[in-house]
């Protein structure tokens, strides 16, 4: 039995949503890099993000731009362009020292921040990483949620419709913890 026309047709079926997630993930990564400037390190993600802003504004739509976010101060800590929970977040994610030290918060939003300094070298961006990553994991089960309740295609139609949603990406990039919920 030959399965390759069976591989075929999942492959292409699986192919919509693919696009859809690699494009709430594209504008994810463009916010961030608007809002925040890119970052020191890694160097090949400081190399994407400065070379990806011209081909990023080709699939962007035109009403999808940030202004720079401002710099604030902080008694305990130099300035930085976070302030309240994603602040918070970032000293509880250089804090614990494990999943289940997270202090009087939730374990699993600070852990996945600290892991995200730990990738990003202890850059504050890494809340905001974080941030997006559940974003577009909630475009995914919007899908789900979509495909589940209705058909496939309105699934897709819903995940790409907040994939693009400009508050969603906004809120999605800030550092906070609502994905996650």
Known sequence: MDVRPLVKKRVLAALPL?????????LRFDA???K??????????HAL???SQAPLRWIRPDRLTWEPEPSYFHRDGPPTRYFGDPY????F????SSFYAANWREPGYPFVTKVFLKLLGDQDVAVSCASATFSVLVVWATYLLGSFAFSRWVGLGAALALAIEYDAISWGVLGGRDEVF
């Open 49 to 51: 993000q400065v070379h």
């Open 32 to 34: 961030i890099t608007q």
């Open 93 to 96: 994610g250089r804090a614990i």
């Open 18 to 26: 693919v696009l859809v997630l690699g494009y709430a993930a594209m």
């Open 36 to 45: 925040y400037g890119p970052v020191s390190s890694p160097a090949w993600l």
């Open 88 to 91: 918070n977040y970032l000293r």
